[in-house]
C-alpha cells in the first residue's frame, strides 16, 4: 500500500497514557492539530483513573520522587487553578533516614508527620542496625552507575551490605523504584535512580504523592490544552498504522482510513505489534522496536483500598509497612472524597508491587490480610466500611539487567515511539513517560523541519 500524501499540519497519537499526552501537548503547543487516539475510555493509560462502585480511584498507586523534573512540570505551566488542584505533598524525606524520621515539607504544601506517632497512629519502621554502611555503596558516594556491570543484580551490587540494612532499606527502595524484586533487578537502572535522587539537593529525595486522581494530573489537562489548539481526543477508538512513506503515514480502524504526516506510537509495549500493524511491523526500524518488546516480562501492582469510618492518624501521607502482606501505605485523604462510600471518612492504600505469593490470593482474602496487617501496626484502627482490591498486570515491564529497550523518536518514515519502555536511564515510571514523550515530539519536529529544508 502506498500511502497518499499527509495533511502537513496534522498529527496522530496512537495511546492516551502519560507519554502519549505529553508528546500531543508537546506537538500542540508546536501550532500542529493533535488527534489522540485511545482504546480506553479514560485517559491515563497504566496510571489513569478508574470507578468501582461509584468511587474514583487510581488504577495503581504512584509515588513520585522530588528529583523527577518532567512530570511537576507538566503541570505547573497550566492555568492556575489547575496548579492548586494538581500540588503535591511531600512525604518523608532523605532515603538514609525514612523510617521514623521527621518528614519535610515539599512544593511548599504541608509536612508530612512527625516523629512520635500518637496513639492508635500508623507508624512507620525505624531503619534496620547497620543501616548507615548504605551511604558508602551509593552511587552519589563516589560510584558512577555506569561502571556496574550490565549483568549485576541489586542483590548482587549489595552483596556486602549487612542483611539487615539491606532488607530494611535498599530491598524496600528497589521494588518502589523498579517494580522488580531485587534478585531480578538491575543494579545499574537502580544505581541510577539513587544517584538521581540522593546526589543533588535536598528536595531531590523528597516523597511526593499526589494530591488528585492521575487522569486528573497529567493527561486531561494535557488533553484539554491539545483541544485549545485545535486537537482531540477519541476515545475507544484503536487505530493502527498500516502504511509508512516519506510523505505520510497511513492510520486506519474499520471503516476509517486516514493520512497524516507523522504518528506517534504510544502504546504499551505489549500493544505495539497491534498498534503498528503488518506491513509497517516488517520495516527494519519497527521489527528491531517490536523484538525487544517481544523479550519483555510484566510486574504487575496491586493496591487495596480500605475505607474507614472515623479518621486514622498517620505519621506521613506515605509510610513503610512490613512486606505482610502490603509493602506502602499512602494517605488518599486528597483524593475525591465526595465520591466515598457512605460512612467512609478516611481512605487508605496499601501498595504490593512486584511479583509474589499474595498472586494467589482472592481479592476478598487479600483484603482481610490486609486489613489485618494494619490492626496489628497500629490496634484500635476504626470499623472498615469499605474495601476493593485493583490489580494492574502489567503495570511495568520487568527491569532485569542487561534488558534491551527500543529509544523512543523514529522508527520509520513517519512513525514515532513513545513509552516509559523507551527510557534509556529511568525505569517505568511516570518520569519515564514523560520524557519519552518529550523526546518522540522532537523526533516529529525535527524530521518535519528535515523534510522543510530537503523541499526548499
Given at each position: 500500500?502506498?500511502?497518499?500524501?499527509?495533511?502537513?499540519?496534522?498529527?496522530?497519537?496512537?495511546?492516551?497514557?502519560?507519554?502519549?499526552?505529553?508528546?500531543?501537548?508537546?506537538?500542540?503547543?508546536?501550532?500542529?492539530?493533535?488527534?489522540?487516539?485511545?482504546?480506553?475510555?479514560?485517559?491515563?493509560?497504566?496510571?489513569?483513573?478508574?470507578?468501582?462502585?461509584?468511587?474514583?480511584?487510581?488504577?495503581?498507586?504512584?509515588?513520585?520522587?522530588g528529583a523527577y523534573r518532567r512530570v511537576p512540570g507538566r503541570h505547573r505551566r497550566g492555568p492556575r487553578r489547575r496548579?492548586?488542584?494538581?500540588?503535591?505533598?511531600?512525604?518523608?524525606?532523605?532515603?538514609?533516614?525514612?523510617?521514623?524520621?521527621?518528614?519535610?515539607?515539599?512544593?511548599?504544601?504541608?509536612?508530612?508527620?512527625?516523629?512520635?506517632?500518637?496513639?492508635?497512629?500508623?507508624?512507620?519502621?525505624?531503619?534496620?542496625?547497620?543501616?548507615?554502611?548504605?551511604?558508602?555503596?551509593?552511587?552519589?558516594?563516589?560510584?558512577?552507575?555506569?561502571?556496574?556491570?550490565?549483568?549485576?543484580?541489586?542483590?548482587?551490587?549489595?552483596?556486602?551490605?549487612?542483611?539487615?540494612?539491606?532488607?530494611?532499606?535498599?530491598?524496600?527502595?528497589?521494588?518502589?523504584?523498579?517494580?522488580?524484586?531485587?534478585?531480578?533487578?538491575?543494579?545499574?537502572?537502580?544505581?541510577?535512580?539513587?544517584?538521581?535522587?540522593?546526589?543533588?539537593?535536598?528536595?531531590d529525595s523528597d516523597f511526593l504523592v499526589p494530591t488528585t486522581d492521575l487522569s486528573s494530573l497529567l493527561p486531561e489537562?494535557?488533553?484539554?490544552?491539545?483541544?485549545?489548539?485545535?486537537?482531540?481526543?477519541?476515545?475507544?477508538?484503536?487505530?493502527?498504522?498500516v502504511a509508512s512513506a516519506p510523505t505520510a503515514v497511513t492510520v486506519d480502524r474499520p471503516r476509517d482510513t486516514r493520512?497524516?504526516?507523522?504518528?506517534?506510537?504510544?502504546?504499551?509495549?505489549?500493544?505495539?505489534?497491534?498498534?503498528?500493524?503488518?506491513?509497517?511491523?516488517?520495516?527494519?526500524?519497527?521489527?528491531?522496536?517490536?523484538?525487544?518488546?517481544?523479550?519483555?516480562?510484566?510486574?504487575?501492582?496491586?493496591?487495596?483500598?480500605?475505607?474507614?469510618?472515623?479518621?486514622?492518624?498517620?505519621?506521613?501521607?506515605?509510610?513503610?509497612?512490613?512486606?505482610?502482606?502490603?509493602?506502602?501505605?499512602?494517605?488518599?485523604?486528597?483524593?475525591?472524597?465526595?465520591?466515598?462510600?457512605?460512612?467512609?471518612?478516611?481512605?487508605?492504600?496499601?501498595?504490593?508491587?512486584?511479583?509474589?505469593?499474595?498472586?494467589?490470593?482472592?481479592?476478598?482474602?487479600?483484603?482481610?490480610?490486609?486489613?489485618?496487617?494494619?490492626?496489628?501496626?497500629?490496634?484500635?484502627?476504626?470499623?472498615?466500611?469499605?474495601?476493593?482490591?485493583?490489580?494492574?498486570?502489567?503495570?511495568?515491564?520487568?527491569?532485569?539487567?542487561?534488558?534491551?529497550?527500543?529509544?523512543?523518536?523514529?522508527?520509520?518514515?513517519?512513525?514515532?515511539?513513545?513509552?516509559?519502555?523507551?527510557?534509556?536511564?529511568?525505569?517505568?515510571?511516570?518520569?519515564?513517560?514523560?520524557?519519552?514523550?518529550?523526546?518522540?515530539?522532537?523526533?516529529?519536529?525535527?524530521?518535519?523541519?528535515?523534510?522543510?529544508?530537503?523541499?526548499?
Amino acid at each position: 500500500m502506498t500511502a497518499p500524501p499527509g495533511d502537513r499540519r496534522r498529527v496522530a497519537v496512537i495511546g492516551a497514557g502519560w507519554a502519549g499526552c505529553t508528546a500531543a501537548l508537546e506537538l500542540a503547543r508546536r501550532g500542529l492539530a493533535v488527534t489522540v487516539y485511545e482504546q480506553a475510555r479514560m485517559p491515563g493509560g497504566r496510571a489513569r483513573r478508574v470507578v468501582v462502585d461509584g468511587v474514583a480511584l487510581d488504577n495503581g498507586q504512584h509515588l513520585l520522587i522530588g528529583a523527577y523534573r518532567r512530570v511537576p512540570g507538566r503541570h505547573r505551566r497550566g492555568p492556575r487553578r489547575r496548579r492548586r488542584r494538581a500540588r503535591v505533598a511531600a512525604a518523608a524525606a532523605r532515603a538514609a533516614a525514612w523510617f521514623g524520621s521527621p518528614a519535610r515539607s515539599g512544593c511548599g504544601v504541608a509536612r508530612a508527620g512527625a516523629r512520635h506517632p500518637p496513639p492508635g497512629a500508623v507508624g512507620a519502621r525505624r531503619l534496620a542496625p547497620g543501616a548507615p554502611a548504605l551511604a558508602a555503596r551509593l552511587p552519589g558516594a563516589g560510584r558512577d552507575p555506569a561502571a556496574i556491570p550490565a549483568t549485576a543484580t541489586v542483590a548482587d551490587w549489595f552483596r556486602d551490605l549487612p542483611r539487615a540494612a539491606f532488607d530494611g532499606i535498599v530491598a524496600p527502595l528497589c521494588v518502589a523504584a523498579l517494580n522488580t524484586l531485587p534478585e531480578e533487578a538491575s543494579a545499574r537502572v537502580f544505581a541510577k535512580v539513587l544517584d538521581t535522587a540522593l546526589g543533588g539537593s535536598r528536595t531531590d529525595s523528597d516523597f511526593l504523592v499526589p494530591t488528585t486522581d492521575l487522569s486528573s494530573l497529567l493527561p486531561e489537562p494535557a488533553l484539554r490544552q491539545v483541544a485549545a489548539q485545535g486537537g482531540q481526543l477519541r476515545p475507544a477508538r484503536p487505530r493502527r498504522c498500516v502504511a509508512s512513506a516519506p510523505t505520510a503515514v497511513t492510520v486506519d480502524r474499520p471503516r476509517d482510513t486516514r493520512a497524516l504526516s507523522d504518528v506517534v506510537v504510544a502504546v504499551g509495549p505489549h500493544q505495539l505489534a497491534q498498534a503498528l500493524g503488518a506491513r509497517p511491523a516488517d520495516l527494519p526500524g519497527c521489527r528491531a522496536a517490536l523484538a525487544m518488546a517481544g523479550a519483555f516480562a510484566y510486574e504487575p501492582i496491586v493496591t487495596v483500598y480500605l475505607g474507614f469510618r472515623a479518621p486514622v492518624a498517620m505519621t506521613a501521607p506515605v509510610m513503610r509497612l512490613d512486606d505482610r502482606p502490603g509493602q506502602w501505605l499512602f494517605d488518599r485523604r486528597g483524593g475525591s472524597p465526595t465520591t466515598w462510600p457512605a460512612g467512609t471518612t478516611t481512605m487508605l492504600a496499601v501498595v504490593i508491587s512486584a511479583h509474589g505469593t499474595h498472586q494467589r490470593m482472592e481479592r476478598e482474602a487479600l483484603a482481610a490480610a490486609v486489613e489485618a496487617q494494619l490492626r496489628r501496626l497500629a490496634p484500635g484502627l476504626p470499623t472498615v466500611t469499605w474495601s476493593r482490591v485493583i490489580t494492574e498486570r502489567r503495570a511495568t515491564y520487568a527491569c532485569t539487567p542487561g534488558l534491551a529497550r527500543p529509544a523512543p523518536g523514529r522508527l520509520a518514515p513517519g512513525i514515532h515511539l513513545a513509552g516509559d519502555y523507551t527510557d534509556a536511564e529511568f525505569p517505568a515510571t511516570l518520569e519515564a513517560a514523560v520524557r519519552s514523550g518529550r523526546a518522540a515530539a522532537t523526533g516529529v519536529l525535527e524530521a518535519r523541519a528535515a523534510a522543510d529544508v530537503r523541499s526548499a
